[in-house]
Nanobody, 123 residues
Framework: QVQLVESGGGVVQAGGSLRLSCAAS????????MGWFRQAPGKEREFVAG????????FYAYTVKGRFTISRDNAKNMVFLQMNSLKPEDTAVYYC????????????????WGQGTQVTVSS
């Protein structure tokens, strides 16, 4: 069982930066692939970034590649999403999620979810 709590959301102007954090409970955090998803009003929840448990390798949606960076600290049971060059279309509720598989982009492959944190990018 893994419990996830996101933080770090807020309001930022276009071109600005935010760093999201996700704190995980449980002693097996290092054996989970961690992902960030987002959901804008009226849209489906979409994959943003993930980081594998096996080799720590990151993977990204093409819409954020080069602007967002995912990282993890297994000693502190934390995963982070550094978001730079933010755009109004990045506005959404951002969710942290955990999966036993590697390299997964589908939300159906993630078993545990946080409650989400709101990110609003103003133009």
């Amino acid at each position: 069982q893994v419990q996830l709590v996101e933080s770090g959301g807020g309001v930022v102007q276009a071109g600005g930066s935010l760093r999201l954090s996700c704190a995980a409970s449980g002693r097996t955090f290092s054996s989970y692939t961690m992902g960030w998803f987002r959901q804008a009003p009226g849209k489906e929840r979409e994959f943003v970034a993930g980081i594998n448990w096996s080799d720590g390798g990151p993977f990204y949606a093409y819409t954020v590649k080069g602007r967002f960076t995912i990282s993890r600290d297994n000693a502190k049971n934390m995963v982070f999403l550094q978001m730079n060059s933010l755009k109004p279309e990045d506005t959404a509720v951002y969710y942290c999620a955990a999966s036993r598989r590697v390299g997964v982009l589908s939300r159906n492959e993630y078993n545990y979810w946080g409650q989400g944190t709101q990110v609003t990018v103003s133009s």
